[in-house]
């Protein structure tokens, strides 16, 4: 995420080239392209099922995943002061999306279904992080190898602070399980 350049106003023709095949984040009012309508017939931006089914062995049981289906990105971000880049490709995060839950229930049997959707909602701002790449399309945000393809309903700089907050948490925990280990041996040695 720190290697990813902001851009968050028109794309001038300079700045395209010097960003282009690197990974970008831009902030713009998303528009859905023409028939992607989403789980209650509105215009989405992201669409996900899964279809689970409850499976107990003995003791222990849980849900499992049947099958998925996942509609591909394809939609504009319009910058606040013009201009605009086409978003394509499978998102590999989505942050601030809805979703809603069919079937399953409080007290789970074997051969009990359910199936959640999630989707992301036209929103009035959104942040888009990825690839910044040239099509016949124009600018396009596709998902990089490192970064992936990130959509947040939230703004930029909040965008990223919740990235860097997992960066952190993850090393908080590296941490904690480092002290309980060295604690561990410190205490197995002393006997």
Same mark, same amino acid.
Request: net charge positive; hydrophobic share 40%; aromatic share 6%.
């Given at each position: 995420? /720190? @290697?990813?350049?902001?851009? +968050?106003?028109?794309?001038?023709?300079?700045?395209?080239? %010097?960003?282009?095949? $690197? *990974?970008?984040s831009v902030s713009g009012t998303p528009e859905a392209l023409e028939g992607r309508p989403g789980?209650?017939?509105?215009?989405?931006?992201?669409?996900?099922?899964? /279809? @689970?089914?409850?499976?107990? +062995?003995?003791?222990?049981?849980?849900?499992?995943?049947? %099958?998925?289906?996942? $509609? *591909?990105?394809?939609?504009?971000?319009?910058?606040?002061?013009?201009?605009?880049?086409?978003?394509?490709?499978?998102?590999?995060?989505?942050?601030?999306?809805?979703? /809603?839950?069919?079937?399953?229930?409080?007290?789970?049997?074997?051969?009990?279904?359910?199936?959640?959707?999630?989707?992301?909602?036209?929103?009035?701002?959104?942040?888009?992080?990825?690839?910044?790449?040239?099509?016949?399309?124009?600018?396009t945000i596709a998902p990089s190898r490192g970064l992936g393809?990130?959509?947040?309903?939230?703004?930029?700089?909040?965008?990223?602070?919740?990235?860097?907050?997992?960066?952190?948490?993850?090393?908080?925990?590296?941490?904690?399980?480092?002290?309980?280990?060295?604690?561990?041996?410190?205490?197995?040695?002393?006997?």
């Amino acid at each position: 995420l /720190r @290697q990813a350049s902001l851009i +968050s106003r028109p794309v001038p023709v300079s700045m395209l080239k %010097d960003n282009l095949d $690197r *990974d970008v984040s831009v902030s713009g009012t998303p528009e859905a392209l023409e028939g992607r309508p989403g789980p209650m017939g509105v215009p989405v931006l992201w669409y996900r099922m899964e /279809r @689970q089914e409850y499976r107990r +062995s003995g003791k222990s049981g849980g849900w499992r995943t049947m %099958d998925t289906y996942e $509609r *591909d990105c394809g939609f504009l971000v319009h910058f606040h002061e013009g201009g605009r880049v086409v978003v394509s490709g499978r998102p590999t995060e989505v942050h601030g999306g809805q979703s /809603r839950t069919d079937g399953g229930g409080f007290f789970a049997c074997h051969g009990m279904q359910r199936t959640i959707h999630k989707w992301m909602p036209l929103v009035p701002v959104l942040t888009v992080m990825g690839r910044l790449g040239l099509t016949g399309q124009g600018a396009t945000i596709a998902p990089s190898r490192g970064l992936g393809l990130l959509i947040s309903a939230s703004e930029p700089s909040k965008a990223a602070l919740e990235e860097n907050a997992k960066g952190i948490a993850g090393l908080v925990a590296s941490a904690g399980a480092l002290v309980l280990g060295i604690a561990l041996i410190v205490a197995i040695a002393a006997r």
